[in-house]
């Protein structure tokens, strides 16, 4: 009987409990464990720079056929394909998750411990038949995946954030930091970034809006993307940037290279960790800072997180007028409180009343998203900063969304309104030669359903 035809549970083994474990699935992974082990010694690495990857392939295959007869493992032929396919992947890949990386349906994977991995596919988390043989399987692949980005992670260094060769971002913790064994988080993003056409079928955000934000882009209106985790604040940013003029020159600074512009006069940087003796960071601030001397026409950061916000605010109101950015927060009021609080960050203690002055003058919109039941993202605000209003912002919402319930596969429902409310920036998009229709911010409702097949 086939291996992945019999699936006989049981619990975590490491833990007597939690977790359960197909059996079967276990007693594979261990195997092949057991064979990549002696396959390694077996192996002239030497040859690497010498042979093509299909004559590598056809090499670890040999070899390991004469381990299995020599190990006297016995399996169904189903199984046997599968064992030869998976022990490349795990002398030169990433193991049980090759499988999964090589899904462009998959967005996230979460490896919560050896024998326990999730998945998240449009927007909803499941889990997946993958598994590892145990604990030492499961760190050498984090630890390859660290090596190959030129990071370590050890007992001394139990944790790391590194963007990997295709983009994808990971985020790994090993004991003692994990209590509960070492996990894997990896963040992916498809080959082909999607589209602000792609945003507006799927209803993450109106038509209209979009010829709304695209004309601002266009006229130089600087705005913030905020949102909650996995909002999308980086697939907006990065969709949006494409209505960016050609001509112009454009810099983006980032924690892990996410944004993929195609604007063709882009230069990327991204910030770096400190090494193993402390030193060598370099952090957003510092890039922010250097960026000034590059003459660019905008900055886009991935994320503010710290000071850099007071560098960014600078440069908005110093002559690059549109430049973007994302913040986490709750709302858009929340996205300018977490901002006065990174400028505080800085070092410099300015009065809270300059820097919402410096805030208002520098930024004119905040668009927001959220992450709602049924893991669909939707653009839930987009509002205007007029000025200062006893001491506080004045903010007006130009569109929004508001959940109305959800459907039988509980998914959120609800519908985009527009408030009737005519921008202040309208004048800056008219002297920019961008003219919007009136009937483009007439007060309106447009119901909005979604759901998954």
Known sequence: MSLMQSRTLMLNPNEGGGPQVDEQELSFQQRKIKIHERLVDELDLSMLAHVSHEELSEEVRQISKELLVEEKIELEASDRERMLDELFDEVFGLGPLEVLMRDDSISDILVNNAYEVFVERKGRLEESDVIFADDKHLIRIIQRIVSRVGRRIDELSPMVDARLPDGSRINAVIPPMALD???????????????????????????????????????????????????????????????????????????????????????????????NEGTGEITQRALVRNSLRMRPDRIIIGEVRGGEALDMLQAMNTGHEGSLTTIHANDSLDALSRLELMVAMSGYDLPIPVVRQYIAAGISLVVHLARLKGGVRRVMQVSEIVGLKEGGFHMEDVFGFEQTGVDELGVAQGEFYFTGYRPVCLSKLRAAGVRLPDELFDKRRIPVRTSFS
Request: aromatic share 4%.
């Open 181 to 275: 064994g070492p996990s894997l988080s990896i963040r992916r993003f498809g080959r082909n970034p999607l589209k602000i056409d792609n945003l507006t079928d799927n209803n993450t955000i109106h038509k209209d809006v979009v010829e709304f934000l695209s004309a601002a882009i266009d006229s130089r209106v600087s705005f913030l993307v905020s949102g909650g985790t996995g909002a999308g604040k980086t697939t907006l940013l990065n969709a949006m940037t494409q209505f960016i003029p050609s001509d112009e020159r454009v810099i983006t600074i980032e924690d892990s290279a996410e944004l993929q512009l195609l604007n063709r006069h882009t230069l990327r940087m991204e910030t770096r960790p400190p090494n």
